[in-house]
């Protein structure tokens, strides 16, 4: 479906209804920021909060609660008769909605899904409810310190790639004619999010989604810490690596990493993957 890209100035029906139908037989992602927020409000560890409320290996919120009148389950954070319960902490997608997001060059830009306003179909009551401009909505939704966070894991995942570049080009991995590495970064790139956990080993796994950090309620320090904790990490991993063989499974290991990161922020984890391999193939890699 093309999207309907908007500008700031737009002016939409955007105040909600309050109906809570977007809360039902949705779909919402999470990074491990939002994942620490979410946990904090419900005064649960984030290994429990991952547990209870979250499936596709942590990066999506669970939506098991009761179903509405279409018969969509709620999300579990969901109360009847009251909205949100974790309304001051909820993620950025859930912020945004009906609106997304995406950075192209370094620029964020706006839109919905469809030439119609999504509302529209579930809540056309809002067309009787004020305009507001997409900018206006976006201050009143209080997406900023999200967007930070957001934009600060889209780095992260771009780091984890680059250290699996590195791995393969400047290791003498790549000039030993290898190509598995190229293979099983294509492989990875068309797993769904919990095949692509399965390929990270748990520790690993739960220091990208679940670190053991201060709950910093401003993103920008939560993320710095949490790439200091895993550039710490992958520095002694490099320390270790012997053989081309643990190389290999190190490069492999960060790539799965990044892509991970790419699935809980929202992006095209295939598509990245493929562009990833045509850039390490035109710097001399084979596969
Ligand atoms: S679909 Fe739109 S109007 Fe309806 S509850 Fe969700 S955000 Fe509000
Ligand atoms: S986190 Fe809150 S706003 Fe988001 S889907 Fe769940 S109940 Fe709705």
Redesign the pocket.
Same mark, same amino acid.
């Given at each position: 479906m093309q999207n309907t890209i908007l500008h700031s100035g737009d002016s939409l029906p955007l105040t @909600? /209804?309050? /109906?809570?139908? @977007?809360c039902h037989g949705n779909r919402v992602r999470l990074n491990p920021w939002e994942l620490m927020r979410l946990a904090q409000a419900k005064e649960l560890s984030s290994e429990e909060f991952r547990k209870k409320h979250t499936c596709e290996a942590g990066t999506v919120l669970l939506f098991n609660g009761l179903p509405n009148h279409t018969g969509k389950s709620s999300c579990g954070l969901y109360e009847v008769g009251k909205g949100c319960s974790v309304h001051p902490a909820r993620p950025l997608a859930c912020r945004l909605? %009906?609106l997304g997001r995406e950075i192209q060059n370094g620029t964020a830009h706006y839109m919905h899904e469809g030439s119609d306003f %999504? @509302?529209l179909k579930? @809540?056309p009551e809002?067309l009787n409810l004020p305009k507001l401009t997409v900018e206006d909505y976006l201050l009143g939704q209080e997406t900023q310190l999200f967007e930070n966070a957001q934009d600060g894991y889209l780095e992260l995942m771009q780091n984890l790639a680059d250290i699996s570049f590195e791995l393969l080009l400047d290791s003498g991995l790549s000039e030993s004619g290898d190509t598995e590495t190229l293979t099983s970064w294509r492989k990875l790139g068309s797993m769904d999010v919990t095949q692509l956990s399965k390929e990270i080993p748990t520790e690993w796994f739960d220091l990208l989604m679940i670190p053991e950090l201060e709950q910093h309620a401003e993103p920008m320090s939560f993320v710095q810490e949490h790439t200091e904790i895993l550039n710490g990490k992958i520095q002694e991993l490099s320390e270790s690596l012997s053989t081309l063989n643990s190389i290999r499974e190190a490069a492999k290991w960060m790539m799965a990493l990044g892509l991970l990161l790419a699935h809980a922020i929202g992006a095209d984890a295939k598509g990245l993957s493929e562009h990833w391999i045509e850039i390490a193939k035109s710097h001399g890699a084979q596969g």
């Open positions: @909600c /209804s309050r /109906s809570g139908t @977007c909605f %009906p %999504p @509302c579930e @809540c809002v």
